[in-house]
C-alpha cells in the first residue's frame, strides 16, 4: 500500500553514464547520512520525552531541561526527516490533473516539481542562514544555551534539500526539460518582480492573486504543496509588502515548534511498532470476531476508534498515525479501495475536531475566554452526529460489500481473540488515562505507548523483528518531515493573511450581514471552510476567535454553540482535497496516492457539512449535556 507522492520522473531511468552515474552515487551517500542522523533523532527524542516522564512520576525530580531538549531535537528532525523525504521522493503533490496530460508532459511536470522547490530554496537560504544569526543572540533559560543550536537546523535542512534538488536535476538527465522548467521559473519569477510595484496598490486582492490564484497553478501543477504554499507566502512578503524576507523563515519556525508536535513522528512510530510486534494483528482479530461479518464493519470500526483516540495526542496527524497502520491493512485484505480507506481516513479527522482533551478546544477557551470544562463537555455529542453521518456513507457504499468467506465469529472465538488482543485494545485507554489523570503531557504519552508497545512485543506476543527497527525509524522521519513542512509553510501563509488585514475586513463584514443568527451561522460554516483549507486550526482561532464570538454573543447564538461550528466547518477545510493540508496528512499517513481519495471524499464531505448543518441547526446537540 505504500505509494510514492512525489514520483520521479521516468527519465530517471536513464543508463547511468558520465554526470548521471556521479550524482546519483552523490545523492545515494548524502542521503544515506541524512537519513542515519534523522532516524538517530528519533530514538534520541523518544528517550529525552520518556526520561522526563520517569524523572517526574517515578524519581519525582523532574528534568527542568527536558521539554526544552526534547524542542532542539525535534526542529532537527523535522528538518533533516524533510530532507529525507525529499530524497525519497515522499512529499506530497496533487496530481490528479496531470494524469490526464500527455506522456512527455507529465515528465516536464515532474521535472517541475523539483524545479520549482530549488527555485524557492535557493531564495530563503540566505534569509534562513541569517535568522539563524539572530538567534544566536538569545539564550535557553534551561540549558542556556544559544538559540544558534536549535534553529541552524533550518538553513542546514533547507541547505541540504538544495543540494539534493541539484543532484535530482543532474541525476535525471533529461536537460531540455530540465533547462524548459527553468526558464519557466526563471520568467515567472522575473515577471512578478517587474509588476511588484503594480501590485501594491492592490492591496486585499493580492491575497486571491497568490493565495488562491498561485497556489492553484502550483497545486495542479504537481509541484509539493509545502512547496506550492512556501513560494506563494514568499512572493507575497516579498512583492507586496515592506516585510523583511527572514519572516518567512521566522514563521515556518513557528509552526514547526509547537511542542505539541512533538507527538507527531512518535505516534508514527507508535503506528510501525504496534504492526510489527503483533499487536495490530491481534486487534484486528478481535475488532474482525466482533463486526467482520457486517457489512463495512471495519470501517464503522475506523470511525469509532478515531472517536476514542481523538484529541490523546493534541494533534489530528498523530491521531490518525496511530489509528491507520493498525487498521487499515486488514481492510486492503478484505477488499476496501484504497481510495476509499484515505477518504474515510481524513473524514474522520474532521469529525472528531471538537472531541476533548483537543488542543483546539483549549485555545478557543485561552482566547475568548469560554469555559474550557464546557468546550470539553459541548464537544462530545458533536462528535457523535457526523459519526453517524459517516456511518450511513459507510453503510450505502459497503451495502452490498461480498462475506460470503467471511463467518461469524462464535462467542468462544470472540473471547479467545479479546484476551489475546487484550493488551493492545488497552493501550488508547491506557493513552487517555495518562493524559486525563496529568500523569503525562499529550507529547510525553506517546513516549509511554512506544515502551508499553515494546514490552508487549517483548514479553506479550514474543514478535519483535530488530533487524526493521532502522527503516521504520528513518520511515518515521521521512514522514514526519513531510507532514511538518506542510505546517510550517501553511503557518506562514497565515501570519500573511493576518498581517493583510483580512480578519478584520472578514469580522467586519459578517457584522453587516442580515438574516440574524441563521445567516451569521450559514456565512459562519462558508467562511470557515474556506479559512480552514489554507489555515491551521490554531493559528485560523487565534486570529478571528476573539473578533467573531462577540458578535455571535451579540446577536443570541451560545458560545459554546457557536465553537462547535467554527470547529466542525474549519475541519471540513482542513480535511477536504484539493487545498485542506489534513488531507494529504492522511495521504502520507496512509501511503495512498492523493489522487485516489478525491472522488471517494466527495461523499464523506457532503455528510460531515449536512451533519455541521444539523448541528447549527439543533443548538442541544453543543450545549444539552451542559444542563
Aim: neutral net charge; proline residues 5%; contains cysteine.
Amino acid at each position: 500500500m505504500a505509494v510514492q507522492l512525489a514520483e520521479q520522473s521516468s527519465a530517471s531511468l536513464l543508463p547511468a553514464t558520465g554526470l548521471v552515474s556521479i550524482t546519483r552515487a552523490l545523492e545515494r551517500g548524502l542521503g544515506a547520512i541524512v537519513s542515519a542522523a534523522a532516524a538517530l533523532l528519533v530514538v534520541a527524542e523518544i528517550g529525552v520525552l520518556f526520561a522526563g516522564v520517569c524523572a517526574r512520576y517515578v524519581f519525582h525530580r523532574p528534568l527542568i531541561w527536558s521539554d526544552e531538549l526534547a524542542g532542539i531535537l525535534f526542529l532537527w528532525l523535522a528538518m533533516l526527516g524533510a530532507a529525507v523525504a525529499f530524497q525519497r521522493g515522499e512529499h506530497m503533490r496533487m496530481t490528479a490533473a496531470v494524469g490526464r496530460l500527455s506522456k512527455r508532459m507529465q515528465s516536464f511536470l515532474d521535472v517541475l516539481a523539483i524545479a520549482a522547490p530549488l527555485a524557492f530554496l535557493i531564495l530563503v537560504i540566505d534569509p534562513a542562514y541569517e535568522f539563524a544569526a539572530d538567534e544566536a543572540i538569545i539564550t535557553t533559560p534551561a540549558l542556556e544555551l544559544s538559540n544558534l543550536w536549535r534553529a541552524a537546523a533550518l538553513p542546514t535542512g533547507l541547505g541540504v534539500m538544495l543540494v539534493m534538488a541539484v543532484l535530482r536535476l543532474c541525476t535525471l538527465g533529461e536537460w531540455k526539460l530540465v533547462g524548459a522548467a527553468a526558464v519557466l521559473i526563471g520568467a515567472t519569477g522575473m515577471g512578478l518582480h517587474l509588476i511588484g510595484p503594480a501590485l501594491i496598490p492592490l492591496g486585499n486582492l493580492n491575497l486571491l492573486i497568490f493565495f488562491v490564484g498561485l497556489v492553484a497553478i502550483l497545486v495542479f501543477a504537481a509541484v509539493p504543496i509545502a512547496f506550492a504554499f512556501g513560494l506563494a507566502t514568499f512572493a507575497y512578503i516579498t512583492l507586496t509588502t515592506t516585510t523583511p524576507s527572514t519572516v518567512v523563515i521566522g514563521r515556518m519556525d513557528e509552526g514547526m515548534s509547537h511542542l505539541i508536535l512533538l507527538s507527531v513522528p512518535l505516534f508514527v512510530f507508535l503506528g510501525l511498532l504496534i504492526e510489527m510486534t503483533g499487536m495490530a494483528r491481534a486487534m484486528v482479530g478481535f475488532l474482525a470476531s466482533l463486526l467482520g461479518h457486517v457489512r463495512g464493519g471495519l470501517q464503522y470500526v475506523l470511525v469509532a476508534a478515531m472517536y476514542l483516540v481523538s484529541g490523546i495526542s493534541g494533534s489530528k496527524a498523530a491521531d490518525m498515525a496511530a489509528v491507520a497502520p493498525v487498521l487499515f491493512p486488514e481492510m486492503v485484505k478484505r477488499g476496501a479501495r484504497p481510495g476509499d480507506l484515505v477518504a474515510l481516513l481524513s473524514a474522520t479527522g474532521a469529525q472528531t475536531e471538537t472531541i476533548p482533551p483537543s488542543l483546539v478546544l483549549i485555545t478557543i477557551g485561552s482566547v475568548t475566554g469560554v469555559s474550557i470544562a464546557a468546550l470539553f463537555t459541548g464537544g462530545l455529542l458533536p462528535g457523535l452526529v457526523l459519526a453517524a453521518m459517516l456511518c450511513i456513507v459507510v453503510w450505502q457504499r459497503y451495502r452490498g460489500e461480498d462475506l460470503s468467506h467471511v463467518s461469524k465469529a462464535s462467542l468462544t472465538v470472540i473471547a479467545k481473540s479479546f484476551v489475546i488482543a487484550l493488551p493492545a485494545v488497552a493501550l488508547p485507554f491506557i493513552i487517555r488515562a495518562a493524559v486525563v489523570g496529568g500523569v503525562a503531557t499529550a507529547t510525553e504519552v506517546s513516549t509511554i505507548g512506544i515502551v508499553y508497545s515494546v514490552l508487549c512485543g517483548l514479553l506479550l506476543y514474543r514478535r519483535f523483528d530488530w533487524r526493521r527497527l532502522s527503516p521504520m525509524l528513518i520511515e518515521t522521519a521521512a514522514l514526519s518531515g513531510a507532514i511538518l513542512l506542510i505546517i510550517g509553510a501553511a503557518t506562514g501563509m497565515a501570519w500573511a493573511l493576518t498581517q493583510s488585514g483580512f480578519s478584520t475586513a472578514l469580522a467586519r463584514f459578517m457584522t453587516n450581514l442580515p438574516g440574524g443568527a441563521p445567516m451569521f451561522l450559514a456565512v459562519t460554516i462558508v467562511a470557515f471552510i474556506v479559512l480552514g483549507s489554507v489555515l491551521e486550526g490554531i493559528p485560523a482561532i487565534v486570529l478571528f476567535g476573539p473578533l467573531l464570538f462577540p458578535i455571535a454573543k451579540q446577536i443570541g447564538i451560545h458560545e459554546v454553540h457557536y465553537a462547535m461550528v467554527v470547529i466542525l466547518a474549519m475541519g471540513i477545510g482542513l480535511f477536504a482535497p484539493p487545498f485542506g493540508v489534513g488531507y494529504y496528512a492522511a495521504c502520507a499517513i496512509s501511503r495512498i496516492h492523493p489522487d485516489l481519495g478525491i472522488r471517494p471524499m466527495l461523499g464523506y464531505t457532503l455528510a460531515l457539512l449536512i451533519g455541521t448543518i444539523v448541528i447549527a441547526a439543533v443548538p442541544w446537540f453543543s450545549i444539552g449535556l451542559l444542563r
